[in-house]
């Protein structure tokens, strides 16, 4: 069995409605996301669904998106 060290296994989150960009590569390079029951959002990489999920509050996320929305990451692709 493999050891997830870092998140939960997604399919833990059998439940879960999973979404992609439309931006997404056409080689399913993507991050998925997907809302879960108690508030959370879990992510995942969809080359590995059944891959560990990390999960985050809603402010996480939300201040991760705020921050990117204001290019405070921008120097990650240079």
Known sequence: MEQ??????????????WRKSRH??????C???APLPG?????????????????YTRE???AFLAGAKDGEFDDVLS
């Open 60 to 62: 996480e996320i939300a």
């Open 24 to 29: 997404s590569g056409a080689v399913g390079n």
């Open 39 to 55: 508030g959370e959002i879990a992510m995942r990489n969809s080359r590995f669904p059944g891959g560990p999920a990390l999960i």
């Open 4 to 17: 997830v060290r870092n998140g939960i296994s997604a399919e833990l989150l059998s439940e879960a409605r």
């Open 31 to 33: 991050v998925e996301v």
